[in-house]
């Protein structure tokens, strides 16, 4: 079975570096590897109104600011489909009749919905649609057969539950029409979830503790210099603590061989200046100092990229456009199919 891929971004605000080495940095290795048949990018506009439906314009303005980095890090609308959710009417549709196979307990136990809860403080006045959150994404997945999704760790909850959803409509409506999806992660563990520049658990755009994509150096520069390292490595001499220090785990995510080469020759990889850092004698500055070259080497091509591309965001959208056309076509046969496994086909029986 060839490979269908299917993934997406809640336009809430521009893409962060969080995103890049969680799903874009994936996204982009496998459209480039050219063995899938169709390759889906959405941008979840209607998604993102669950918890923003009192502020439409972030939604709205931030549709193109997601394409735009989407083709910033490489993306190529000439061999993946871009969207835009609320484009395709018919993931509605897929959505209402999935709603009857999920208990309201099953939406409540999802780790990733809980979670957002609580970072929202929602507490007892969660909006449905946010708490439908899972379904919806079942739908965008089955509507486009999608048997891959590149995601974050944190998504992984979701992709589970989609899988269930499968699984009981295929049984319930003895057919085989829906596929369940398998989540495409990274393979290094540091890149799953990158703690904020504030060593939160996560980085977010609502916490206001990331690093864009398009951040100029002067910025990226200023962000590192704040980020939480080890509390207790006040002295330049005192031994430091790896575990939770915000800077390695963002080395672990970003640097190779060739960076020590270059910005830190005089350590031979990062095992050598963990080390160093361990036994102390080597301060935050310089730990510091040596991300920035390695943060800003990886987003000057995006970041001169991206300038050249929104000198004309009416092109992106038509770009988006141009994809939603294409997607809500084969959203549309799928819908047919899936209301014909179900009975309620009436025109054609």
Known sequence: MKKIILTGDRPTGKLHIGHYVGSLKERVRMQNEDEYEQFYVMVADAQALTDNYDNINKVRSNISEVALDYMAVGLDPQKVTMFIQSEIPELTEFTFYYMNLVTLARLQRNPTVKAEIKQKNFDNSIPVGFL?????????????????????????????????????????????????????????????????????????????????LGDEPDVLREKIKMMYTDPNHIKVSDPGNIKGNVVFTYLDAFSNEEHFKKYLPDYANLDELKAHYKRGGLGDVKIKNFLFEVLNETLTPIREKRKVLEQDKEEIMHILFKGSDKARAVASEKLKKLKSAMGINYREV
């Open 132 to 212: 439908c959150y899972p379904i919806s994404q079942t739908s965008d997945i089955t509507a486009f057969n999608a048997n891959y999704v590149p995601v974050g760790e944190d998504q992984l909850p979701m992709l589970e539950q989609a899988r269930e959803i499968v699984r009981t409509f295929n049984h319930l409506y003895k057919t085989d029409i829906l596929v369940e999806p398998q989540a495409v992660i990274p393979s290094n563990k540091s890149c799953l979830r990158l703690p904020g520049i504030d060593g939160k658990a996560k980085m977010s755009k609502s916490l206001g503790n990331t690093i864009y």
